[in-house]
T-cell receptor, first 113, second 114 residues
Framework: DAKTTQPNSMESNEEEPVHLPCNHS???????IHWYRQLPSQGPEYVIH???SNVNNRMASLAIAEDRKSSTLILHRATLRDAAVYYC??????????????FGGGTRLMVKP | EAQVTQNPRYLITVTGKKLTVTCSQN?????MSWYRQDPGLGLRQIYY???????DKGDVPEGYKVSRKEKRNFPLILESPSPNQTSLYFC?????????????FGDGTRLSIL
């Protein structure tokens, strides 16, 4: 799977928007961009995924660069409950080879009151 | 409520004493997998199953066994646990083996092998 690069940590103020970047310069045409987050003492939780177009759901928005070499997860109003490690993961849509999610180091988001 | 349930959540045991961590999902998902999470190493896949009676090795399968006799259950077996298997374990499931649907994770099992 292609590799992703994320900042180790970011800080945000409560109720402000947060933009979490991810670089994936070696992304292939069949790779979907997934975001998961892991809150303290919990398992990873799906946030959002997309292929080419920007995506919105109740949790966040995903902005994908036109060349697909980078993407940004947007939390529109950070709350204290959004403090977590956020993982950007590429996964191709194909059967076999485990179809596992390869978690890198992620970005630790700290939210200040 | 759709969920992946792991048991136990915490276990302290001794080297060599066989243990099983159970995992059950109530979403009729085809695909299930086990990960371990260690500081500095992230999550690594141990075993996965694309459907009943179909299992395969992930990145770090040594010292582990799994079985998939029923669609909902995917237990992780440590026949002779050793201290290097002390870790935080997560079970996950997904609707289909292929595709890009989200994976659902359990809340984790913290194992300490003394």
């Amino acid at each position: 799977d292609a590799k992703t690069t994320q900042p180790n940590s970011m800080e945000s103020n409560e109720e402000e928007p947060v933009h979490l970047p991810c670089n994936h310069s070696t992304i292939s045409g069949t790779d979907y961009i997934h975001w998961y987050r892991q809150l303290p003492s919990q398992g990873p939780e799906y946030v959002i995924h997309g292929l080419t177009s920007n995506v919105n759901n109740r949790m966040a928005s995903l902005a994908i660069a036109e060349d697909r070499k980078s993407s940004t997860l947007i939390l529109h109003r950070a709350t204290l409950r959004d403090a977590a490690v956020y993982y950007c993961i590429l996964r191709a849509s194909r059967r076999g080879a485990g179809n596992m999610l390869t978690f890198g180091g992620g970005t630790r988001l700290m939210v200040k009151p | 409520e759709a969920q992946v349930t792991q048991n136990p959540r915490y276990l302290i045991t001794v080297t060599g004493k066989k243990l099983t961590v159970t995992c059950s999902q109530n979403m009729n998902h085809e695909y299930m997998s086990w990960y371990r999470q260690d500081p500095g190493l992230g999550l690594r896949q141990i075993y996965y199953s694309m459907n009943v009676e179909v299992t395969d090795k992930g990145d770090v399968p040594e010292g582990y066994k799994v079985s998939r006799k029923e669609k909902r259950n995917f237990p992780l077996i440590l026949e002779s646990p050793s201290p290097n298997q002390t870790s935080l374990y997560f079970c996950a499931s997904r609707r289909e083996a292929g595709g890009v649907q989200p994976q659902h994770f359990g809340d984790g099992t913290r194992l300490s092998i003394l």
